[in-house]
């Protein structure tokens, strides 16, 4: 099983909603990823958990709220969204050691309104 | 991680071989070179990496100049299904994993 599952895979939700975005791997990797995507540009890199840790921030706004279960799971809970936070949101999962790959989901197309 | 540039736009004819190049002028001794393609609307795809040596794999063949400052990504027989944005990553060690830095990437088209 080389997936990674994200669900849902469109969401549409109003500013003053509470939605989760969630992905799933069964790879056994350690690191898990969350990365936004704007129409016509390339994905950015929001957050890193390694070891069920939260390792890199990249200064993401606090209505991203991200967190991982277990090794299998990672969530990113959003609350008080803005409409210029519609996007692509893509998960991606890896190993930790040097020179592998990661492997990304679909991603879950979020259109707030 | 070192930047890399790359042609923003390029097409290729079914069946020939699709040639891209991707610079990447300051990297250093343990950076590693990605290749990823994400089809439209799709999640990336990971398709070859190196460090020193020349790769292949079913995908592709990954081409690294001696002095690594340049590398070329080779599809063999181009197909429709290749039509791609196609993104060079160079990496480094990092702690937590594979941290990746996408630049503008080369939208590739492939034309019957």
């Known amino acids: 099983d080389t997936e990674v599952t994200q669900t849902p895979k469109h969401l549409v939700m109003g500013m003053t909603n509470k939605k989760s975005l969630k992905c799933e791997q069964h790879?056994?990797?350690?690191?898990m990823y969350w990365y936004k995507q704007k129409a016509k540009k390339p994905p950015e890199l929001m957050f890193v958990y390694s070891y069920e840790k939260l390792s890199i921030n990249e200064s993401v706004p606090s209505r991203f709220s991200p967190e991982c279960p277990n090794s299998s799971l990672l969530n990113l809970h959003l609350h008080a969204l803005q409409p210029e936070d519609s996007a692509l949101y893509l998960c991606a999962s890896s190993h930790r050691e040097e020179g592998t790959e990661a492997f990304f989901g679909q991603g879950t197309r979020l259109t707030v309104v | 991680d070192a930047k890399t540039t790359q042609p923003p736009s390029m097409d290729c004819a079914e069946g020939r071989a699709a040639n891209l190049p991707c610079n990447h002028s300051?990297?250093?001794?343990?950076?590693?070179v990605y290749w990823y393609r994400q089809i439209h609307s799709q999640g990336p795809q990971y398709i070859i990496h190196g460090l020193k040596n020349n790769e292949t794999n079913e995908m592709a063949s990954l081409i690294i100049t001696e002095d690594r400052k340049s590398s070329t990504l080779i599809l063999p027989h181009a197909t429709l299904r290749d039509t791609a944005v196609y993104y060079c990553?160079?990496?480094?060690?990092?702690?937590?994993?594979?941290?990746?830095?996408f630049g503008g990437g080369t939208r590739v088209l492939v034309k019957p």
């Open positions: 790879m056994g990797h350690r690191a």
């Open positions: 300051t990297i250093s001794g343990n950076e590693y």
């Open positions: 990553i160079v990496k480094s060690r990092q702690a937590a994993g594979n941290k990746l830095t």
